[in-house]
């Protein structure tokens, strides 16, 4: 546990290391006074003073060498939110960016105040909070330093619940995120810290493990140290030696995620050796490995490949004299400073030059590619892909290959040149026809390693589809969207259960943001076989097809739900009472109380002749007069009327049926379809069948107009807007 008494000084003796402007100490101390007035009643769930959890976060932001507007707006961070300062108040009392930074703090800590424990509302927030921190770097150094004091102090919540919660959203997220910006120092006391909370058992048990051993390890590194030191000193070499102590999150991960015993584990003694130059590392690296065995297979350059996260280092394990096993880390200072606080330092403020939030954006996205991602893949796809991409693809990620050229491409274990291309760009995967690994050809579902170089071979046809097949064995989420994707356009077969869902994901949440449809009810109605064949589909799958294919428009769906509620409603209700008044818009003379319904077989639109049929229902059935069904009844016949003054003043659409015969063509019905759009008009059913005889096609529509002189208009403005039609008229169906 660090030293959690920090005060001002100590901050302002950590910003002297790399400050020196008086300007830059006066903002920060402005900031300090502000916060401690303003938060001078507020207490923190460990009973002290709330000001000194705002010293942690900017000292540690101060160790990461952050500009004096971070550091202040470090000390502000919680004004916001606690204690109902404005934005105004910030920009004016100190400028509008350090205003700027603390909103995107408060703004986050909103998000992750919200947290509930769905999942889906868990990974759309954690989504949100990488997207709105990979928008300024600075913001997420303020809110890992506040997190990580937040961690330091988590167990004054007394509640073993929310510490869990908190622990995991640690893991998930800001120590992630901490490893791939490379702040080593920030993130391993994170995953400590989260594990201590999350599996205090293992956690103590490694602790102890560790201390068990402590005294031996640290006598048998010594002599290490000292034989390393000689070595090198007899060779002349500037350099410094320390030992290195693992975090227990990382032995953690090798004993019950690799499966290893805790004396299997090779690094737990470990050396830094740190020189001037590049030269110097290598030859340092040849001195040991002349007088010492390296354990084959265990030696790594990443100085001539750096991780994504900017990373260089030697690796190499040793044996020593007597059996023991060591890990040696071989680096420059500048490297070594990177392997500490990674972005922090590559990017550390420098007092006198101008400093721009948007070119060192850039800047960044440009040497850590990934950092984009965080953005990019957010366009399309549903948070917890989102989330499953970032975890596996872009976390994840620990096989590190080269494209011919030297770029570094990283990629999850298990991946394949496929993965490779399509991570270069979906265009690339789109098009890869085969690949070569260090210049040997191979099948493109060959396991990549760490170092290989992969040459892409693509195909310059533009219309080439990536292989369903690929889909067996790609390993990036990111690969496998894509080819889903692409494919699906072609394959309906692929996505027909996709399809599906999405249909009835349309209609539940059509039913969730309307009050009047009651779940269980539709869906009752809509497994209506007379229901569904008025839609014009076969069944409730056909139905939902529709809906995502948007044959069927969602809202004409529930126009159409909430005028079979209606009809039912009437049917049992026969609660009209005055003479002679309209009931959904058709009078029947004498009659105030009975249900009306219009007969599908001849759709009556107000302005058509009409007549009532009582059926046997007893309720009325409105048909046309020269509907054929209706023809030769005499009985059960009475006469109706439209009360056009209803529709004045209630819209009620009108389902009227249209046959257009046609020569056929490919894209006639699309040209239907999109005509009736043009006009504005509703499509609720469209079905087209082909004479191969006559080469003529016929389409049936079933449209909602208000009246009869809307349909002609829409019958006119088809017959003479759309080539290659020869007739369109209203048909009865049987
Ligand atoms: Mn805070």
Redesign the pocket.
Known sequence: MKNLNIAFEDVVIEMKKYLSKKESFDIVKKAYDFASEHHKDQKRKSGEPYII?LNN?AFTCATLEAGPHTIAAAYL??TMEDCDVSFETIANEFNEEIAFLVESVTKL?KITDNASNSEDFLAENHRKIFIAMAKDIRVIIIKLA?RL??MRTLSFHNDEETEKRIAKETLEIYAPIAHRLGINTVKSELEDLSLKYLEPEKYQHIKMLLATKEEKRKATLKIMEDNIDNLLNKYNIKHTISGRVKSIYSIYKKMYVNQKTFDELYDLQALRVITDTIPECYEILGYIHAEYRPIPGRFKDYIAMPKPNLYQSLHTTIVAEDGQIFEVQIRTKEMDEIAETGVAAHWRYKENTVYSAKSEQKEIEEQLHWFRDLIAISDDTNAKEYMQILQKDVFGANVYCLTPKGRVIDLPAGSTPVDFAYKIHTHVGQSTVGATVNGILVPLSTELNTGDVVDIRTTKNPNALPNKDWLKFVKTTNAKNAIKKTLSKYDNELRRDEIIDEGRELLENAIRQDKDLDKQKVLKMIEDKKFLSNLGVENVVSLYVALSNHTININSLVNSIKQEEEKTKTVTAFTRKKNNVSIDGIIVPGVDNIAISFSQCCSPVPGDEIIGYISQGKDIKIHRKDCPNILNQKERIIDVEWDYDYFKENKIPHYADIEITASTRDTLLQDVINHLSLLKITCVSCHISNNNTTLNSIVKICVQVNDINHLNEVINSLSSSLTGVYDVHRYFKN
């Open positions: 959890h976060v961070h919680d800590k506040d004091h937040n």
